[in-house]
């Protein structure tokens, strides 16, 4: 410590979990899944092909299941990255589930704006319609889910190809 400062950092240390381990650590587990904290940041890898060229990072807070969140309410805050062509596909399925879901739910005012019996008929299949979008904006994700959580706020990860993981493996194994 420098004298002539008393506020003087004397050591930066990494933020650490209980376990000693950094914040955006992660492991491969049984091959297939990949095990983490609260947060990960993945290699830029596409957790879909296993592609290193046009790749594209996204962000996003992975969560168990839908049958299963309402028992346990765990998330993890992970950066994943995907081919151009991949999240191209992702953002146009949301596009076209987006306008479903407010086409239907505008139909639903038919029979305010317009007089007929159409109009009626447009207000009934609003609520399809509507659901049918959701349905379409649901498919729209990569695939990141909780397999399993663990003490200390470990998290093991599904939902990440095979290719992604013999990228990994090639780049562990390349010299740096």
């Given amino acids: 410590m420098n004298s002539s400062n008393p506020f003087a950092v004397i050591e930066v240390a990494q933020p650490e979990d209980a376990a000693g381990r950094s914040p955006h650590w992660f492991t491969i587990v049984d091959g297939r899944y990949i095990g983490c904290g609260r947060q990960v940041q993945l290699p830029p890898v596409c957790i879909h092909t296993g592609a290193v060229q046009q790749i594209t990072p996204w962000i996003l807070g992975v969560r168990f299941p839908a049958y299963r969140l ?8 992970c950066q994943y990255y995907l081919h151009d062509s991949i999240g191209s596909r992702i953002r146009l399925l949301r ?5 479903l879901t407010f086409a239907g739910l505008a139909s639903l005012f038919a029979p305010v704006v317009f007089a007929g019996s159409t109009s009626f008929i447009m207000a009934a299949l609003g609520v399809p319609i509507s659901l049918v979008g959701r349905l379409i904006a649901s498919f729209a994700e990569p695939g990141l889910r909780i397999h399993r959580y663990g003490p200390d706020g470990t998290f093991v990860l ?8 013999d990228s990994l493996a090639t780049i562990r194994r390349s010299p740096q």
């Avoid at 309402?70 to 805050?77: D, E, G, S, Y």
């Avoid at 599904?158 to 993981?165: I, S």
């Fill in 70 to 77: 309402i028992l346990r309410q765990q998330q993890v805050q």
């Fill in 95 to 99: 596009r076209i589930g987006g306008l």
């Fill in 158 to 165: 599904r939902g990440m190809r095979k290719p992604f993981f």
